[in-house]
């Protein structure tokens, strides 16, 4: 198949080019460089690969067929979206409708990422994809939460109205190999300043939770699920719709801390570092964060494989590696 990826030079979208060049497939990765890097996708040497240096906000123009879309285009950290408010709501909104159109227009499938942030701090744990969430539209995270939300929305009226055919992922943290130092996630950030001998810096009491899923097991179940056909279900206002057009989690429901994650990066890089606590940042870190996987685990034969410990030392040599350059 020929494959567009938007976002495709970014942290996730690179893994995903690979993945899907394995494959056997044609890759045409599309991304305004704002976050993403061609470091990232310079290893990708394959007549089958093309990259276009394009902003997805803008219409789309592509010549010959397209089987299948997976638009991942966004900035996905702190970091980004609070330096980037307005680019984070245009590709959530626009950008997803031009990966719509493009879809529409090539007859193709489409695959959006979402993201966890739908959720917001949520008041039940873990988060199935069926709890609406808790979320802040004038928050310092609205740009991003809202963009993801009106993007699901979006994605599901061309599925009900144009009966095209799509897949929502609903990705909780991922980590591994091409995070960017200074992306401001919690990932990075500690092992970074574990390298370089500095204190972890840890917001609030350490006692808010994250749940990391390494980035060769969030490709696999996004592969998955765009591959999956269910079957015809009817929807809460008494639609016929696809079973695999609604959201499906991808994460790992291995939850811990903050601070005992702080801990565990030191032991893993062997630093002597200490944990310096600052205040928590006003409306911009969800106290709990841990999917659900059972969806994933019945429809996709999906569950993370790869260990915690196995896939920081992987993230940890790659970043001690981009350190020493």
């Known amino acids: ?164 055919s799509t897949r929502i992922v609903r990705i909780f943290n991922t980590y591994g190999p091409r995070m960017r130092l200074n992306d401001g996630r919690v990932v990075p950030q500690f092992i970074g300043q574990a390298l370089r001998g500095e204190d972890l810096t840890v917001y609030g009491d350490g006692h808010q939770t994250r749940s990391f899923c390494y980035v060769d097991d969030t490709v696999d179940g996004i592969w998955r699920l765009a591959n999956w056909v269910g079957d015809a279900v009817v929807g809460p206002g008494g639609q016929v719709l696809r079973d695999e057009a609604m959201p499906v989690n991808i994460g790992n429901p291995e939850e811990r801390t903050i601070r005992q994650f702080a801990e565990e990066i030191l032991h893993l890089v062997g630093s002597r570092s200490q944990l310096t606590f600052r205040p928590c940042p006003t409306d911009n870190d969800p106290m709990q964060r841990r999917p659900d996987i059972s969806r994933a685990r019945e429809k996709l034969g999906w569950e993370p494989r790869v260990p915690f410990a196995e896939g920081m030392q992987r993230t940890i040599e790659d970043l001690r590696n981009r350190l020493a350059l």
């Open 1 to 164: 198949m020929r494959i567009v990826v938007t976002g495709g030079a970014g942290f996730v979208g690179s893994h995903l080019c690979e993945r899907l060049l394995a494959e056997g497939h044609t890759v045409v990765a599309i991304d305004n460089l704002i976050t993403g890097s061609v470091d990232n996708i310079a290893h990708l040497r394959d007549p089958r690969f093309e990259f276009i240096h394009h902003d997805v906000s803008k219409s789309i123009y592509l010549a010959g067929p397209v089987d299948f879309v997976f638009h991942l285009a966004s900035p996905a950290s702190p970091v980004d979206y609070l330096e980037y408010p307005i680019q984070t709501l245009k590709v959530g909104s626009l950008g997803t409708h031009n990966a719509l159109g493009l879809a529409k227009e090539k007859r193709a499938g489409l695959l959006f990422a979402s993201t966890s942030e739908v959720y917001g701090d949520p008041d039940v744990n873990p988060q199935p994809e069926s709890y609406h969430g808790n979320v802040s539209t004038t928050g310092l995270r609205g740009c991003y939460d809202e963009a993801k939300r009106f993007g699901e929305a979006l994605v599901m009226a061309y599925h009900r109205q144009h009966r095209l």
